[in-house]
């Protein structure tokens, strides 16, 4: 289930054992506040305040029996009910300048003077439902733990991978993409492997679908976890990555993820007319249904290096500076957009996503496809060491992180922040829904409240 972020829980702040309604009153303490129950509605009964303003302090503020009319008599002939004194305004500390007002038509600061008020006008909202969660996974049975990303591991296709996915789903994130650590022995120039349909990654999709039908499962397109080569294409004997060769390998590996059930295929390749080679192979095979979620703009970026431990896929030699972009470059993204777009891309996605901000803002503003953003592996271990190191609160800092991809106009972000994220989302929705219905329904059933929510 979606949900959102809640910035103020709905609640009255209980003030050394008085409930207060409103603002507490800085000098008067001739204001009583009872707490009295009404008649229940729906079977709860409802908590409503009182305000007495009288020296009194004992005894519930009765009601008089008028009804309306008498009540706008009494009002109209003058005899009004007393209420709470106006608060004294608070007193500024000693040494404050005394200074005119400045003439200002609009103090902005004025929206944001409440948790509530901020809450109301916040322009970007995220939900797990927002979330990609990557995940690597292996031959082996166990997990093994990645050095380079705390929290991070190759999973057990059969085993850690349905576990991991059971605990995502439990809080929200619905969608995953896999990355394979594929065996040594199964590399090859040509990176045959990848269209092999049964191979790692089409085993894991075909076992998802059959324990998760409605699994949103993307997979990567890209020839670099199976290439002896570490590249995402074919090398030739000089060095050049070929382009169409690799393409033609892209297609078959593309059409082996849709059979066993992708729902979303993703070339990372950065190749040039994949997509459209992707489309035209996937519609002739029958899977017209089946997405293509383009990596549009992949710079060529120093934040891959977690990720690429994670696969061990580092190039044998030279970099990946031909086919990915270059990170100084703004408007070339435009041209992969409008090529990907007129081929037949279904989303665009900006990686990384952090550093390049601007790039899924300029997507945003320029396409009308959704547009994807990936918080690379660099980017997860930044936040996780100064998280570790207490240089910064790690989860106030994540939430933000994903929160700035959110505002910079991604409909997705992919995150190994997926799981950790949704249940901090998860969790504030848990306390405002108690302290909400607690407001209405009483005390009594907080521990039911409690037990339902978790």
């Not at 547009?371 to 910064?392: C, D, H």
């Not at 997926?418 to 901090?424: M, S």
Request: proline residues 8%; neutral net charge.
């Amino acid at each position: 289930m979606a949900s959102s972020i809640f910035n103020a829980p709905c609640t009255v702040p209980a003030v050394k054992g008085k409930n207060y309604f409103g603002l507490k009153p800085a000098v008067n303490n001739d204001l009583r506040f009872d707490v009295g129950k009404t008649t229940s509605i729906i079977g709860c009964p409802k908590r409503v305040f009182t305000v007495r303003a009288s020296e009194k302090k004992d005894g519930p503020l009765k009601k008089l029996g008028l009804n309306d009319a008498e009540c706008e008599a009494a009002v109209a002939a003058g005899n009004v009910p007393e209420a709470p004194p106006v608060p004294p305004r608070p007193a500024a500390p000693a040494g404050t300048p005394a200074v005119p007002s400045l003439p200002l038509s609009r103090r902005p600061r004025r929206n944001r003077k409440s948790p509530a008020m901020r809450a109301s006008f916040q322009e970007t909202s995220i939900s797990p439902a927002n979330f990609v969660y990557p995940l690597f996974i292996h031959e082996g049975e166990e997990d093994t733990p990645i050095g380079a990303m705390p929290g991070c591991y190759r999973l057990g296709w059969r085993h850690g991978l349905v576990e991991e996915v059971a605990k995502a789903r439990d809080v929200g994130v619905n969608s995953i993409v896999l990355f394979p650590k594929v065996p040594d022995a199964l590399k090859s120039p040509t990176g045959d492997e990848a269209y092999n349909d049964n191979g790692l990654v089409p085993r894991a999709i075909r076992l998802l679908k059959d324990k998760y039908p409605d699994l949103v499962i993307y997979t990567d397109v890209a020839l670099d976890p199976y290439s002896s080569d570490g590249h995402d294409g074919i090398v030739r004997e000089d060095g050049v990555i070929m382009n169409d060769e690799t393409v033609y390998q892209l297609c078959k590996q593309a059409v082996s993820q849709a059979r066993a059930g992708a729902d979303v295929v993703s070339p990372s390749d950065m190749m040039d007319g994949r997509i459209g080679a992707i489309r035209k192979a996937l519609d002739a095979e029958g899977f017209q249904h089946v997405s293509i979620m383009s990596y549009t703009a992949k710079y060529a970026s120093s934040f891959y290096g977690p990720f690429r431990e994670a696969l061990e896929s580092n190039p044998r030699f030279g970099d990946k500076k031909t086919y990915q972009m270059n990170p100084a470059n703004y408007r070339e993204a435009l041209v992969e957009a409008h090529e990907d777009e007129s081929e037949g891309a279904d989303i665009l996605l900006v990686k990384p996503g952090l550093p390049y901000l601007d790039i899924i803002r300029l997507l945003r503003d320029k396409s009308p496809l959704p547009i994807a953003a990936y918080q690379v592996s660099g980017e997860y271990s930044m936040i996780k060491a100064g998280g570790v190191l207490k240089m910064i609160d790690e989860e106030r800092v994540m939430m933000e992180s994903l929160t700035c991809l959110r505002r910079a106009g991604a409909d997705i972000i992919l995150t190994y922040f997926a799981l950790q994220a949704a249940r901090c989302l998860c969790g504030e929705k848990r306390i405002f829904v108690r302290e909400h219905v607690k407001s209405t329904c009483g005390a009594l059933i907080d521990e039911l409240i409690y037990v339902f929510m978790e």
